[in-house]
């Protein structure tokens, strides 16, 4: 098993950790798992996140909490969330860094992640004759 280097749950009002829902970080994976009887793990690797960004409601602020989201190239994953968590912008700094140091380590870039469709916006028509 995997150092875990952060770990929170998802919080409710008041900032309570009073869900099933629990988030943990290590150095190239982000675990996800919820339910109680019938528990639910994801992991995403770092390397395949490609946008983290951070919301912060009244209610959020309030409390001390946000909600970071996340744009992910794994094909179970996709977009998700991390919600309701204490620190938040430090985690989405930290989570942040680590994404990009995974990427530079795997030599990835976005591009890779990026499916090519014909839009209104490539050099040729499809009735184009050459």
């Not at 989201?69 to 794994?74: F, I, L, T, V």
């Not at 094909?75 to 968590?85: C, G």
């Not at 994404?99 to 916006?121: A, G, Q």
Request: charged share 40%; net charge negative; proline share 1%.
């Amino acid at each position: 098993m995997a150092e875990i280097i952060w770990k929170d749950r998802k919080r409710i009002f008041f900032g309570l950790p009073w869900t099933f829902t629990k988030y943990s970080l290590s150095e190239d994976r982000l675990f996800i798992s919820t339910g109680f009887f019938s528990v639910k793990e994801d992991e995403v690797r770092l390397y395949r996140i490609m946008d983290v960004s951070l919301e912060r409601k009244l209610w959020q602020r309030m409390c001390g909490l946000g909600t970071i989201k996340c744009c992910s190239a794994d094909k179970t994953m996709e977009d998700f969330e991390i919600r309701n968590i204490k620190k938040s912008r430090e985690v989405k700094e930290m989570l942040s860094n680590m994404v990009e140091d995974e990427r530079t380590k795997k030599k990835v870039s976005s591009r890779e992640f990026m499916d090519h469709e014909r839009d209104e916006f490539d050099d040729y028509d499809d009735h184009d004759t050459y």
